[in-house]
Nanobody, 115 residues
Framework: QVQLVESGGGLVQTGGSLTLACTAS????????MGWYRQAPGHQREVLAT???????VYTKPVEGRSTISRDHAKNAVFLRIDNLKPEDTAIYYC?????????WGQGTQVTVSS
């Protein structure tokens, strides 16, 4: 099993930036890919970005062009920086990880963007 703990959420003003962090523990050797999702009130959970152990990165439309995902393999951590935050970015942000599929999830961290 893998445990994921997110941090870095909070209240940010429109146009600001935020860096989320997630640290994995447990059977971290099972991890090949890590990523971030979010879920806004009344919306389905949506993927934002993923990064594999080999460094392959995928961003999706909600954050493409204004976000950076990165890994710290030594610390079993993944980070997501989002710039130019908008009120519609308000959501709970979840860290996820897995070997071939994203099987493990954190509890989420709230990000609120004030207008």
């Amino acid at each position: 099993q893998v445990q994921l703990v997110e941090s870095g959420g909070g209240l940010v003003q429109t146009g600001g930036s935020l860096t989320l962090a997630c640290t994995a523990s447990g059977s971290t050797s099972l991890i090949n890919v890590m990523g971030w999702y979010r879920q806004a009130p009344g919306h389905q959970r949506e993927v934002l970005a993923t990064i594999t152990n080999s460094g392959n990165i995928v961003y999706t439309k909600p954050v493409e062009g204004r976000s950076t995902i990165s890994r710290d393999h030594a610390k079993n951590a993944v980070f997501l920086r989002i710039d130019n935050l908008k009120p519609e970015d308000t959501a709970i942000y979840y860290c996820t990880a897995g070997q071939n599929t994203l099987d493990y999830w954190g509890q989420g961290t709230q990000v609120t963007v004030s207008s």
